[in-house]
């Protein structure tokens, strides 16, 4: 059982990143999926959350600008992120909203 996540990296403000989460060992189809970040020296807090129907919903600071969505033939969800700034800057997590995990990965925003 498995969740990768990829697409972090660096990027100026105002342009976009698209996150993957690549999930393995588990019957994604059925799994609702969130998003997760954490800055330096702050907790953990949800950015988006999506079911296995479909519904999304997202963290007020990021409404607008990032959008989750799931491809459940390809076991994967996505996080695309517009308009980005640089408190967006923190290691993002995919987590299975009941389970496991992801390693992270880092996005870090310049201003």
């Known amino acids: 059982v498995q969740l990768v996540e990829s697409g972090g990296g660096l990027v100026q403000a105002g342009g976009s990143l698209r996150l993957s989460c690549a999930a393995s060992?588990?019957?994604?189809?059925?799994?609702?999926m969130d998003w997760y970040r954490q800055a330096p020296g702050k907790q953990r807090e949800l950015v988006a959350g999506?079911?296995?129907?479909?519904?999304?919903n997202y963290a007020d600071s990021v409404k607008g600008r990032f959008t989750i969505s799931r491809d459940n033939a390809k076991n994967t969800m996505y996080l695309q992120m517009n308009s980005l700034k640089p408190e967006d800057t923190a290691v993002y997590y995919c987590?299975?909203?009941?389970?496991?995990w992801g390693q992270g990965t880092q996005v870090t925003v310049s201003s």
């Open positions: 987590k299975q909203r009941i389970g496991i």
């Open positions: 060992g588990i019957i994604f189809s059925i799994n609702a």
């Open positions: 999506i079911t296995s129907g479909g519904r999304t």
